[in-house]
């Protein structure tokens, strides 16, 4: 089984586009009819978030953590308790592709590190799209992590002890757990997600206030809270 595990706070504007793409993406021929458990982490909602999960058929789950850490880490024991052997997190104001999981599966690996593309540059400018675009790496073998595009082996996962219960930056210590255990990682920009731009972003210290930086400087602001642990510049 595979388990996706989705962190949501007041996400109504981007839920359901979300979840249609992972539902397409859960039934994708290549992976044979296996069974995919989706799981939205209702996180403090107080606007419709949780009715258009149900409206999908999607299995939703509330808390009331505003700690993205901790609600990744509850979504990952819930799916790893019903049988999934394989987690992906995205997020809720992300679109990933049909091929996402299928992808994620094939490289039969313990871990794998996803891109991401924006979905406009409208709010921010092309002096900014620009600035982004040449900071951040498409190509094999990068070194970004996002929650938004994240696949993990459920054994690896529990080795390197999930998910911290931190407000930011959880993927980034989580990988760098991973890493720790030697757990094999693979870093593609093959099968990239797409994520908002909004100006309005949920976590402080996430890629939404990564990209707020870049309206204000020339150079990549708040470098040493996304290092991975081979000190290379990540994104997360």
Same mark, same amino acid.
């Given at each position: 089984?595979?388990?996706? /595990?989705?962190?949501?706070?007041?996400?109504?504007?981007? @839920?359901?586009?979300?979840?249609?793409? /992972?539902?397409?993406?859960?039934?994708?021929? $290549?992976?044979?009819?296996?069974?995919?458990? @989706?799981?939205?982490?209702?996180?403090?909602?107080?606007?419709?978030? +949780?009715?258009?999960? $149900?409206?999908?058929?999607?299995?939703?789950?509330?808390?009331? &953590?505003?700690?993205?850490?901790?609600?990744?880490?509850?979504?990952?024991?819930? %799916?790893? =308790?019903?049988? +999934?052997?394989?987690?992906?997190?995205?997020?809720?104001?992300?679109? %990933?592709?049909?091929?996402?999981? +299928?992808?994620?599966?094939?490289?039969?690996?313990?871990? /794998?590190?996803?891109?991401?593309?924006?979905? $406009?540059?409208?709010?921010?400018?092309?002096?900014?799209?620009? =600035?982004?675009?040449?900071?951040?790496? #498409?190509?094999?073998?990068?070194?970004? @992590?996002?929650?938004?595009?994240?696949?993990?082996?459920?054994?690896? !996962?529990?080795?390197?002890?999930? #998910?911290?219960?931190? @407000?930011?930056?959880?993927?980034?210590?989580?990988?760098?757990?991973?890493?720790?255990?030697?757990?094999?990682?693979?870093?593609?920009?093959?099968?990239? /997600?797409?994520?908002?731009?909004?100006?309005? !972003? =949920?976590?402080?210290?996430? &890629?939404?206030? !990564?990209? +707020?930086?870049?309206?204000?400087?020339?150079?990549?602001?708040?470098?040493?809270?996304?290092?991975?642990?081979?000190?290379?510049?990540?994104?997360?």
């Amino acid at each position: 089984m595979i388990g996706i /595990v989705i962190p949501a706070h007041n996400e109504e504007k981007h @839920i359901s586009k979300c979840l249609e793409a /992972v539902l397409l993406a859960a039934e994708h021929p $290549s992976l044979q009819g296996q069974p995919v458990e @989706i799981l939205v982490v209702l996180d403090d909602c107080s606007d419709s978030t +949780a009715a258009l999960v $149900s409206a999908k058929g999607v299995t939703s789950m509330d808390v009331c &953590f505003r700690n993205v850490g901790k609600t990744r880490a509850v979504g990952a024991e819930h %799916v790893l =308790k019903v049988g +999934a052997r394989w987690l992906a997190f995205t997020d809720a104001d992300t679109v %990933v592709p049909p091929d996402w999981l +299928a992808r994620q599966i094939e490289f039969d690996a313990d871990a /794998v590190c996803g891109t991401v593309e924006v979905d $406009s540059w409208s709010e921010y400018g092309e002096a900014t799209r620009t =600035k982004y675009l040449a900071l951040y790496q #498409f190509i094999e073998n990068h070194r970004h @992590i996002h929650g938004a595009n994240l696949g993990i082996n459920a054994d690896a !996962y529990r080795r390197a002890g999930g #998910f911290q219960h931190l @407000i930011a930056h959880e993927d980034v210590q989580l990988v760098a757990d991973l890493e720790r255990i030697g757990a094999r990682i693979v870093w593609t920009a093959t099968n990239p /997600v797409i994520t908002s731009a909004r100006r309005d !972003y =949920k976590c402080r210290g996430g &890629f939404g206030e !990564y990209l +707020a930086t870049l309206i204000t400087s020339n150079t990549h602001m708040g470098v040493e809270p996304f290092m991975n642990a081979d000190a290379t510049p990540g994104i997360g």
